[in-house]
């Protein structure tokens, strides 16, 4: 079993950064693909941006591209995620997931954080 907790969530205004964190434990394996899902107020849980364990895969979805960067540091079992030029439609609650596999993770991870809030006012 693995556990995810995210910090680094709050409030910043239109056009600022914010950086996520996400450290895990509990790992079992050491090729975990991680990456990071929102939920916008009253909308589903979406897909923000993913990483493989080599580093060597990212994807990101269409709305964040651009803005967002993904990264992982392997040796401490966390991602980042680097938020720039935010916006309203950016606000929701964050969360780290972790997978076996990158695919696998962008469809349905096996491991999910408790979420960290962001609020982007304008």
């Known amino acids: 079993q693995e556990q995810l907790v995210e910090s680094g969530g709050g409030l910043v205004q239109a056009g600022g950064s914010l950086r996520l964190s996400c450290a895990a434990s509990g790992r079992t394996s050491s090729t975990y693909a991680m990456g990071w899902f929102r939920q916008p107020p009253g909308k589903e849980r979406e897909f923000v941006a993913l990483i493989s364990w080599s580093g060597d895969t990212t994807y990101y979805a269409d709305s964040v591209k651009g803005r967002f960067t993904v990264s992982l540091d392997n040796a401490k079992n966390r991602v980042y995620l680097q938020m720039n030029n935010l916006s309203p439609e950016d606000t929701a609650v964050y969360y780290c997931?972790?997978?076996?596999?990158?695919?696998?993770?962008?469809?349905?991870?096996?491991?999910w954080g408790q979420g960290t809030q962001v609020t982007v006012s304008s």
């Open positions: 997931a972790s997978d076996p596999s990158p695919l696998a993770l962008r469809v349905g991870p096996r491991n």
